[in-house]
């Protein structure tokens, strides 16, 4: 296991820990390639989290965790929010959590398919829709008619309207939102991954491996990596992303994994240095287990798929 020397030490057995069973069914669905009778037993144990059960405390049948006609309503800690939180914990789709993805597709998509605030309908806002798209294919939406629109109208400004991708607050390209639409396009449905979605993943790839990053000035924030995320990205979310392309074997995918190693402490593990609002588990300047496993993943697709053995 070539990518296992890449660590300073092995934090794998780390992420097993019950603690966190979050991390421990992505650990042992991607890393040990458990098979489907475990890690549904696995995921299961999600809910059993008082963490988790916590939130399921503040959700009602007439609003859920927000408002129930302004799906985007309190950001990450709202009705949108959560279902990205869920989607990032690797949850199943809990029955509280149907209702909501439909208000979302029927309140929060509009007709030409993007996902995006009511205040901002004028904008692209790929991190709106990379997101909705993202959560809706992790909780089995994607053979919905909707998600299916909101898919192609996604390839078509890729491919065909490039000038479409920027965003009207930034002045420019947003990374951010780049990044969130290609975890939505590597999630796609296996029936849906047409040529179209192979060439989308293609340039926004591209866009993110070629670009100059500043790790000193401008880009000083990426890599100030954090979980869970909205709609910001960093680079821990960057190289997990690029890892699961063709990307992985660029020269300058490699430049990035060498960036996201020097965040390793001597265990082997990766901090969180950035705050959340919302499900504030860990704790800032202290190890992340989400942020270790995501390191870690990202070695294995990119050094050799090895399931992993002590």
Not at 32 to 41: M, N, S, T
Not at 56 to 63: A, E, K, T, V
Not at 126 to 153: E, K, N, P, Q
Request: hydrophobic share 40%; with cysteine.
């Amino acid at each position: 296991m070539p990518w296992l020397k890449l660590l300073k030490r092995d934090s794998v057995p780390w992420l097993l820990d019950p603690e966190n069973p979050s991390v421990r069914f992505l650990a042992l669905r991607d890393i040990f390639k458990k098979p489907p009778a475990i890690l549904e037993v696995e995921q299961q144990r999600i809910r059993e989290w008082p963490a988790v059960q916590e939130i399921f405390q503040h959700w009602n049948r007439y609003n859920f965790w927000g408002r129930m006609y302004a799906p985007y309503y309190g950001g990450p800690v709202g009705n949108f929010g959560t279902l990205y939180l869920f989607a990032q914990l690797g949850a199943p789709l809990y029955p509280e959590l149907e209702p909501v993805c439909e208000n979302l597709l029927d309140i929060g998509r509009f007709e030409d398919g993007r996902f995006v605030p009511e205040m901002h309908r004028a904008a692209p806002w790929l991190c709106y829709t990379g997101m909705a798209l993202r959560l809706l294919y992790h909780f089995g939406y994607g053979a919905d008619s909707r998600v299916i629109s909101t898919h192609a109208a996604l390839l078509h400004t890729i491919l065909f309207r490039p000038e479409l991708l920027a965003c009207p607050m930034l002045g420019g390209l947003c990374r951010s939102g780049l990044v969130k639409a290609l975890d939505a396009l590597i999630h796609v449905p296996p029936l849906q991954r047409t040529g179209d979605n192979a060439a989308a993943i293609e340039t926004l790839g591209e866009m993110l491996v070629m670009h100059a990053y500043d790790w000193g000035a401008q880009d000083a924030d990426w890599l100030a990596a954090t979980f869970p995320r909205y709609y910001d990205a960093d680079i821990l979310e960057l190289c997990h992303v690029l890892a699961q392309t063709d990307y992985r074997t660029q020269p300058r995918f490699e430049e990035l994994v060498q960036r996201m190693l020097t965040l390793q402490n001597e265990q082997g593990r990766w901090r969180k240095l950035r705050a959340t609002p919302v499900f504030p588990i860990e704790r800032i300047q202290h190890p992340s287990r989400w942020l270790t496993y995501e390191a870690v993943h990202t070695l294995t697709l990119t050094y050799g798929d090895t399931i992993y053995a002590p």
